[in-house]
């Protein structure tokens, strides 16, 4: 974005007992326009592969999901600050 402020087009939420694999998983499947349990396994398999994330950030090239712009909850707010008192 080269500095501009761009406006969030997908917000995203996370559970604490997931792993952080799954919320990038399920981030990049969005990101590529496939949504389901099977792609999204594939897309968790792929991030832990040599070379596999290589290979998402080509196809998200392709298939124009790195102009999506998203607000992840889990590194924006500072959730500690905000529940935990600290």
Known sequence: NEGRFVLVQ???THSWSNRLVDLVAAIVSDGLGR?????????AIRLAEPGGLA????????SGGLRITYWVCA???????SVCGG
């Open 75 to 81: 590194f924006s707010t500072n959730q500690h600050a």
């Open 35 to 43: 949504l389901g349990g099977s792609y999204y396994s594939n897309v």
């Open 55 to 62: 290979g998402l950030r080509r196809a998200l090239g392709s």
């Open 10 to 12: 997908r917000m995203v």
